[in-house]
């Protein structure tokens, strides 16, 4: 049977798969599938959110890139992120605590049940503080501050669209500590260029450093997939190519996409994508 | 209308799009497609071989690091390539010849009349040699010494499997001159892993450096579409970053994708990328 992502008005992914669940939530419509290609997959309203395949592109470069440049970061707060795949990635640091906000448990329950190498029993380390809110409203309430702050949300429809205000990103600057730094994703940049450029402009105006990291994922059509840091002191861009190769050799982070020179390479942009956020 | 890419069994690019032209050559079948996000595009036996605003991706990193890393060669030899992309971008280069040998006169012949932003009038430069024959027998037969040769070829099914053969490389290493490059297109990283493994293997038995380069084409799915080089002399991946960085500004290549930086990023490859090509 085939399915379509039906994301973009005119272009559609179409995948050969079996339907192994559906279940309309509080916030939206999941699907499991099983597929060749991409393992099992889950589609959030009929977006793909990620697969068991190739789910680890994004999620080490939504994790790594910002948490080496912290470099041994004692507190993460993780928006969204309900399949767990991004919570696996940070607790291969030396965190000593987690806080995670997703807003639909049904995600974490289907993602547990239907994809369990994505948390690969993450849920149930010690150092996880799991609450289940909007995001949003946990960043205006918390007294909490973190070393970093992960924004693993769907495109900016539905659920999630709160999460890519000019007000949402002033929040995030809030609850950051003195040297913090955020991560979100941002969509295609040849797709959503549109989400790349008012995305990086408002993080631009809030943090002194801002940046923009590119990885290729093959179930996120569109080109180059693109990532948004936001960074208080850090100038991630320019870290000391020496200093990240000792940093990640000594967490020993076990991944298939990042490497240390990845690290470097993956801020390196296209001229287009250059322009578009000029 | 929608209209669907079926190169791979079990996943499809599904594009909203209005047919223009149809054509059975005797080599192929040539869809020429109008769509919003792609411009027009050219389909060979069903697989999108090139579209108007994504083609500069595949067509400058076919080009320019392999010419700069020669820096001004002389003679450059293109196998295929009638869509013209190729051609424009080797001719910003101060080449004093270039070869160019495509099976298909049809293909040349429609690209010019509904893709002319690709050839840009390059078919009509002085320096172009065009010849209409089978690229592997032209190499096999000519005397000529070339200090590049570019194959851009569609994928090893159909007209091109040639091209993707030991015995081929081989052929294309004898008509390279002492200190010269091939480069060829190896498909997705992801989906056609297995083409870019057995060509790398090739390519390396034959070259004294191979390498490979990635770039993310939005029309090719799969995240990272691949190049392969073979080079006789000059170690590609090791050039200094200040000579490329002169050579690139001293010929003014007006790219929209290709700068000097990306001619040092694209060939660091992720994790599972390295490892298959070990």
Redesign the interface.
């Known amino acids: 049977m085939?399915f379509?992502e039906t994301l973009?008005?005119?272009?559609?992914?179409?995948?050969?798969g079996r339907l192994l669940h559906k279940k309309k939530t509080p916030y939206q419509q999941c699907c499991i599938y099983q597929?060749?290609?991409f393992g099992r997959l889950l589609l959030l309203d009929d977006a793909i959110q990620t697969t068991e395949y190739?789910e680890y592109?994004y999620h080490e470069m939504l994790v790594h890139p910002a948490l080496i440049s912290l470099y041994k970061p004692k507190s993460v707060l993780i928006v969204g992120g309900g399949d767990g795949g991004a919570l696996r990635e940070v607790l291969k640091h030396p965190v000593e605590e987690v806080v995670m906000v997703e807003i639909d448990k049904d995600v974490i329950e289907l993602s547990k049940k239907y994809l369990p190498s994505l948390s690969k029993g993450a849920f149930s380390d010690k150092r996880l503080g799991l609450i289940i809110d909007d995001g949003a409203k946990y960043i205006n309430e918390t007294g909490k501050k973190f070393d970093a702050v992960i924004i693993d949300s769907p495109d900016p429809v539905g659920p999630a669209k709160s999460l890519f205000s000019l007000k949402f990103y002033q929040s995030v600057f809030n609850v950051l500590k003195a040297g913090g730094i955020m991560i979100r994703q941002s969509g295609?940049?040849?797709?959503q260029s549109g989400e790349l450029k008012s995305n990086y402009r408002k993080i631009s105006k809030i943090f002194p450093y801002a940046a923009v990291q590119?990885a290729?994922?093959?179930t996120y059509?569109?080109?180059?997939f693109s990532f948004i840091l936001g960074s208080k002191k850090i100038n991630i861009r320019r870290l000391n190519e020496k200093n990240i190769e000792e940093r990640v050799l000594s967490l020993d982070l076990k991944?298939?996409?990042?490497?240390s020179?990845?690290q470097?390479?993956s801020f390196?942009l296209?001229?287009?994508i250059k322009e578009r956020i000029k």
Chains 1, 2 share one sequence.
């Not at 973009?8 to 050969?16: A, F, T």
């Open positions: 085939w379509y973009h008005s005119e272009i559609k992914l179409g995948i050969k597929t060749k290609n190739d592109i295609s940049t040849f797709l590119i290729a994922i093959p059509i569109g080109g180059f991944t298939k996409y990042y490497n020179q990845i470097k390479a390196i296209p001229n287009k």
